[in-house]
């Protein structure tokens, strides 16, 4: 149902039930007796323009005006309706926004209008209205008079001749009891009018409800797909686990009947929530409901909480994953679909949480792998070059006073360890920070790398990396990766004496100029069509430079070494304007 009644008719206050001027004290009367004054002459207006419309349209059939005339009064019913709804917002009532209108010219108009019962449900609350809002201003009428005349008996009692009181051929003469007992009469007139406005304002607002309220079923369902989809949406972006849940719970209070929405974790600590919720409801009730089902119970204080189980899919291990809970004000209890969708909202916060927990998980597991790398990387490269550095210094210690020549072999050897160590220590920072690419370049991350297989392999590095290219920093990181690979090979599998590396912009045959990355060996070298594309790394680098938009070529003979080429596309960088 999409039909908020906010503060509702049933109210059980008991202080206010205990006093005789319960009704009048509460601002639902007031505004009661408001919809009452203005219903009546609006339910006059509507049902003038209608009845004048239609006799109007009638009559003028012949004339083939009375078709527009006819058209123009069922206008006037959802018009006149919408009218009604505004009016009933005095009663606390709040209708849901319309479906969107239907599009396709008049004809498709016509026939959607004529085919909603709201239409004629609209049309006959705007029928029976006017006598219905008459009757009651003949029951108010009649107790306000008895109610301005008791109050009026003691001028009656100063000055009887004044206000004569003829009975059949007798005039009345009035006595104090009887002044009194008016009095009386007329205090009761006015704590029974105030019990008859209430009574009105739950009449009205039920004959409202039932005759006014567009189509529940498509309303609900409409801003109940907009709000699965809008779910399903952030539950895939998962990019942010709390405002997933505060959007979750935000969907479902929006689309619901329910005054507020919350999220607990199986412990009850609040994950999210929508809408005010009393402190003294917080926490997991005493009874939780099974996987697909609802418990809908009422609180201390009136008001009805469903509970529902948020459930984490199958692969989680276990189902359970907390409870949503939805709080309802007094008077209003959700149905089966609104549960269902609820449920709906349960499942796909149990989807939020299970991904959260995988890359949590996932974060962790690459965080160990990295860890390890780099344990291996130091392992293998500066703790080796530091442990040479200490055996150089430890023979230049020995020989210094008597072998000037070996002492000075050994502190060459030394310093030459120590750059190789400070190389590699740089090219193991590039590769474990991606954005330094952007910081220093390619060419910079490449020339220390480049140093460091001097340094720790023996080979002979050719580097010819002239200008920094023109790449995108996701370009930069991809030819760093494929660089590194290709070299790595080189050491792992080649047994190569040198290796020339070389980096150039070069014009494609589009007009589209193109960067080129080749790293050649004159090593072994292999045949191509014994090995499958897939080994030497080739799959990982060929997955970069596909990734960013290159191509890669791996050419090799037997004996005659291996090059690996590297072709990316080239960024257009502003030529900036030179004013005359």
């Given at each position: ?5 906010d ?13 005789l ?19 009546l ?29 006819l ?56 029928l029976?209205q ?30 009887p ?62 801003r ?35 005054d ?51 459930t ?62 780099l ?78 297989l ?79 594309p ?20 791996v ?26």
């Amino acid at each position: 149902m999409m039909v908020r009644m906010d503060g509702g008719a049933a109210s059980t206050d008991p202080d206010r039930r205990n006093s005789l001027l319960a009704e009048w004290r509460s601002p639902r009367t007031w505004r009661t007796a408001l919809y009452l004054l203005v219903a009546l002459p609006a339910g006059l207006l509507v049902s003038t323009l209608l009845v004048g419309s239609v006799i109007g349209g009638l009559l003028t059939l012949p004339l083939l005006v009375g078709a527009g005339v006819l058209l123009g009064a069922l206008w006037l019913v959802g018009l006149l309706g919408d009218l009604h709804r505004v009016l009933a917002g005095l009663l606390d009532i709040h209708f849901a926004r319309p479906l969107a209108p239907v599009s396709g010219g008049l004809l498709s108009w016509l026939r959607a209008t004529l085919a909603d019962p709201v239409t004629y449900r609209t049309l006959l609350f705007q029928l029976i209205q006017p006598p219905l809002i008459v009757l009651c201003w003949v029951v108010l009428g009649l107790l306000l008079t008895v109610a301005a005349l008791g109050a009026a008996s003691p001028l009656w009692l100063l000055d009887p001749a004044a206000w004569p009181v003829v009975w059949g051929d007798r005039t009345v003469t009035p006595s104090v009891s009887a002044v009194v007992g008016l009095e009386f009469l007329a205090l009761g007139s006015v704590i029974v009018l105030g019990g008859v406005i209430d009574l009105f304002g739950r009449m009205w607002t039920r004959l409202a409800v039932a005759l006014l309220a567009r189509d529940p079923g498509a309303e609900a369902a409409r801003r109940e797909v907009v709000a699965l989809r809008r779910a399903a949406g952030r539950v895939a972006l998962g990019d942010d686990l709390h405002a997933t849940l505060l959007d979750l719970t935000a969907q479902a209070r929006d689309a619901s009947t329910a005054d507020a929405v919350i999220l607990l974790g199986r412990d009850g600590t609040l994950l999210a929530g929508s809408g005010a919720w009393p402190d003294a409801l917080l926490g997991l009730p005493d009874r939780l409901p099974g996987p697909g089902a609802a418990d809908v119970r009422r609180a201390p204080d009136g008001t009805l909480l469903a509970t529902l189980p948020v459930t984490l899919p199958a692969a989680a291990g276990g189902p359970e994953g907390g409870v949503l809970r939805a709080r309802y004000a007094q008077g209003v209890r959700p149905g089966g679909d609104e549960l269902a969708f609820l449920l709906s909202i349960a499942d796909h916060a149990g989807t939020a949480l299970h991904a959260a927990h995988l890359i949590a998980r996932a974060g962790a597991r690459a965080g160990e792998q990295e860890r390890a790398r780099l344990a291996r990387e130091l392992h293998d490269s500066v703790a080796q070059a530091l442990y040479g550095i200490t055996l150089g210094a430890k023979t230049a210690r020995a020989t210094l006073e008597t072998d000037a020549a070996r002492t000075r072999q050994s502190l060459e050897y030394t310093i030459r360890l120590a750059e190789g160590g400070v190389s590699e220590m740089k090219a193991l920072l590039f590769s474990l920070r991606p954005d330094a690419l952007e910081e220093g370049g390619l060419v910079a991350a490449l020339r220390q790398h480049a140093h460091a297989l001097e340094t720790r392999h023996g080979l002979t590095v050719h580097a010819d990396l002239r200008a920094e290219p023109p790449l995108t920093p996701e370009a930069q990181a991809a030819a760093y990766r494929v660089a590194q690979e290709a070299m790595h090979n080189v050491v792992k599998h080649a047994r190569a004496a040198q290796v020339w590396l070389d980096v150039q912009v070069v014009p494609a045959p589009a007009g589209a100029a193109q960067v080129v990355l080749s790293v050649r060996d004159d090593g072994r070298g292999f045949d191509p069509q014994l090995l499958s594309p897939g080994t030497l790394g080739q799959r990982s680098m060929r997955e970069r430079a596909a990734g960013v938009g290159g191509t890669l070529e791996v050419r090799s003979t037997p004996g005659q070494g291996t090059t690996v080429v590297l072709r990316l596309p080239a960024t257009v960088r502003a030529v900036p304007e030179v004013s005359a």
